[in-house]
């Protein structure tokens, strides 16, 4: 069982880990280079003929959302937030993707699926197994996302949520305003264009397929040179088609030509020796003119400097007049292939600067070299130097902004957790002993004894006031008023018994009959009382109840329903004569012990010395605890250790605010019977706030 778990633990974490990775690599990727998605996202429309409809806004913002998405759900996956939502997502995403990607492998309608932008270039049949792998794989995740344990508590999650996506937001913006942070693209900074156009010696060239159709005899029939026919058969039509591509160099599309197409400077531009800026606008009519005041002073610059400027583009003359008429341009056109143009800068129009060929400047037109007069030679200035360790310098840019900001976030969030951890055990461990010394289960009760005092009006007021203080300020503790008869019905009408119950302080010891002056538990019950005091040493005293009278009041009480709290209690005779236990004992046996276990549950026991009920004397917690514990010793042996330990021992006897805490804290006593001290709603509040 535990190998399993631990089984699909490292599996559901290995998918977690190879579709986060993958996800961030190809998410950031794509959100880098903005542009590049774009032209990859029309080149999809183009496919489904809907190119046209699309404007180019909507395919840019989808470009960024796009890049920005698969970003953040790989670094959410990584950090395990919202686990469930998020796993749903990666498997819907994949989920559209796994099928679009078999079409692309099936159709090919395109040659490369863009999945890592221009980083890796997988073919369609790649990128689709690549594919039904990441499928699985959010399958997986899916199915355990719990299983996925947190990098961050969630309390903390939304940092790295806002974070992320205001990190890859920004980024994109960026890259979309310059350059792609980095370019996989063959004409990066450091490329040599002509060395990326050569064909290695030795390398297989790519090859072609005749197929020949001769007729005889009115048939017709395809031959190709290998079973070429006898000269019987009459030549009808040839075709030819590529059957592999052999080796194809980095750059194989790349020319330059002057705009009547007479004459190709392609080698001229590529061989010479110094520095030439080449202009790149793939459409001039799509370029952004904003910078065109920049561009004129490079030119000037070059035109001083005797440094070749060639203007780059793909559009028709009318294009590039168009471009003169708004710009006021000077410089030469020259043609070349739109797509090579896209894909040498993001940027419409961009500058690059080469020198012997080797391309050691990019700019987008946003961001382009202030050259002017004034500009010593590109020798002596930082743009004619080829840029040093350019990489290592923008990663430790996304390392510094990004990655060290989350790790810093993780480890306060871990070290955070840890300590909440440590401390919760600690505590966890001092309930822990709590519950081995004192049953936390058990119920913790502060009841008040009214006696006979406060007249109905008073009575009700001073219900009224507790009710509502306790309800807005939820007690500890159970809490019970046991008030005089005529009081129960009518604070019953308000009282809200789920906080505040309540219960007589006497009841007959006959069902019903002629006893009059009496009050049954039946009719105690029908006021809605749920509790009834009985043994109180003043009724036992005073009214001379006897163990014999409580035991059939106890067994009326509970046949009506009502709970007991039973008041057991020695003189101070007693106690200095040391015989407290034999009399608290005797009264159990006397009048509850009895009772079957199932009986017992619905009696509370309320400890209350005599010589402290009234008298300003209160028991130490000391002596009561002793007492308490005598008790529930009793009860054990009679009922069972977890009937003793489920009934509550109340503690009465002059108890008050300032002595409740101490008596409280003891293990076996479980609240207090308050008769003075209840008659006021600040001193009971007082002594019911000691449970917090
Ligand atoms: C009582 O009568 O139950 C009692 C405990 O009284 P006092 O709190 O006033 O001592």
Redesign the pocket.
């Known amino acids: 069982m535990h190998a399993r778990k631990a089984i699909t633990g490292i599996l559901v974490n290995v998918c977690r880990l190879v579709i986060s990775l993958t996800f961030i690599f190809s998410g950031y990727v794509k959100a880098i280079d903005p542009l590049g998605t774009q032209y990859k996202l029309q080149d999809y429309l183009n496919v489904v003929q809907l190119g046209q409809y699309v404007p180019d806004y909507i395919t840019l913002v989808a470009s960024v959302l796009l890049g920005g998405l698969e970003f953040c759900l790989g670094v959410f996956i990584l950090f395990a937030i919202h686990r469930r939502l998020v796993s749903r997502l990666v498997l819907l995403f994949m989920a559209i993707m796994t099928p679009l990607t078999l079409w692309l492998a099936v159709a090919n309608p395109i040659k490369d699926c863009g999945c890592f932008g221009d980083a890796v270039i997988l073919t369609n049949w790649e990128t689709f197994y690549k594919n039904i792998v990441l499928l699985a794989a959010a399958i997986v995740l899916c199915v355990k996302p719990l299983g996925m344990p947190r990098f961050i508590s969630r309390s903390n999650q939304w940092i790295v949520v806002t974070y992320t996506i205001i990190f890859i937001l920004f980024s994109s913006s960026m890259c979309l305003y310059t350059l792609p942070t980095f370019d996989f693209r063959p004409y990066h900074i450091g490329a040599n264009i002509k060395k990326g156009m050569e064909i290695p010696e030795g390398a297989k060239g790519p090859e072609f397929e005749t197929t020949f159709i001769l007729e005889k005899n009115g048939q017709r029939k395809e031959f190709t040179l290998d079973n070429y026919p006898d000269s019987t058969w009459t030549f009808i039509d040839s075709k030819t088609v590529q059957i592999s591509e052999g080796y194809v160099p980095p750059i194989h599309d790349f020319s330059i030509q002057t705009t009547d197409g007479s004459e190709d400077i392609t080698d001229s531009v590529l061989s010479r020796r110094g520095y030439s800026f080449l202009l790149i606008s793939p459409h001039l009519e799509k370029a952004d003119d904003t910078n065109f005041g920049d561009i004129d002073q490079i030119y000037e610059y070059c035109q001083n400097n005797n440094y070749p400027f060639y203007a780059l583009t793909a559009s028709t003359d009318e294009g590039i007049q168009h471009w003169r008429d708004i710009t006021g341009a000077e410089y030469q056109f020259y043609l070349t292939d739109e797509t090579t143009l896209k894909t040498i800068i993001r940027s419409n129009p961009g500058l690059l600067l080469l020198k012997d060929g080797v391309v050691i400047g990019k700019w987008s037109h946003n961001d382009l070299p202030q050259l002017n007069d004034q500009s010593p030679k590109l020798e002596r200035t930082e743009y004619g130097q080829m840029p040093q360790n350019s990489v290592t310098c923008k990663i430790s840019k996304i390392v510094l902004w990004y990655i060290l900001p989350l790790l810093l976030l993780t480890f306060a969030d871990r070290t955070w957790k840890f300590t909440k951890w440590i401390k919760e055990k600690e505590h966890s461990n001092k309930i822990y002993q709590l519950f081995k010394r004192k049953k936390n289960m058990r119920k913790k009760i502060v009841a008040g004894?009214w006696?006979m005092n406060m007249n109905l009006q008073d009575g009700i007021a001073l219900a009224k006031e507790l009710n509502e203080t306790l309800n807005n300020n939820k007690p500890n503790c159970g809490v019970i008023i046991c008030t005089p008869f005529i009081h129960l019905a009518s604070i019953a009408q308000f009282l809200n018994q789920d906080v505040i119950a309540l219960g007589a302080e006497n009841c007959a010891d006959k069902e019903k009959g002629a006893f009059t002056g009496e009050v049954s538990a039946e009719m105690v019950k029908s006021t809605g009382a749920q509790y009834v005091?009985l043994g109180?040493s003043?009724r036992r005293g005073y009214y001379g109840e006897t163990p014999e009278i409580l035991k059939e009041k106890v067994q009326l009480a509970l046949k009506n329903g009502l709970k007991v709290i039973f008041?057991i209690g020695e003189s101070l005779e007693e106690r200095e004569a040391g015989k407290q236990n034999d009399v608290v004992k005797a009264e159990l046996e006397g009048s509850v012990f009895n009772l079957t276990a199932e009986e017992f549950k619905n009696i509370v026991i309320?400890y209350?010395p005599i010589w402290?009920?009234?008298?300003g004397k209160t028991a130490t917690a000391e002596q009561a605890e002793e007492i308490h514990a005598y008790i529930r010793s009793i009860v054990a042996e009679k009922y069972g250790k977890e009937v003793a330990e489920d009934t509550s021992i109340l503690y009465?006897?002059?108890?008050k605010a300032s002595n409740a805490p101490e008596l409280f804290a003891k293990p076996d006593i479980d609240g207090?019977?308050?008769?003075?001290?209840?008659l006021k709603a600040a001193d009971f509040m007082g002594i019911i706030d000691a449970w917090k």
Do not use: P
């Not at 402290?612 to 008298?615: C, E, Q, R, S």
């Not at 009465?652 to 108890?655: E, I, Y």
């Not at 207090?672 to 209840?678: E, K, M, P, R």
């Open positions: 004894n006696k005091i109180h003043e008041c309320a209350e402290a009920i009234g008298t009465g006897g002059s108890c207090g019977l308050i008769g003075g001290a209840s």
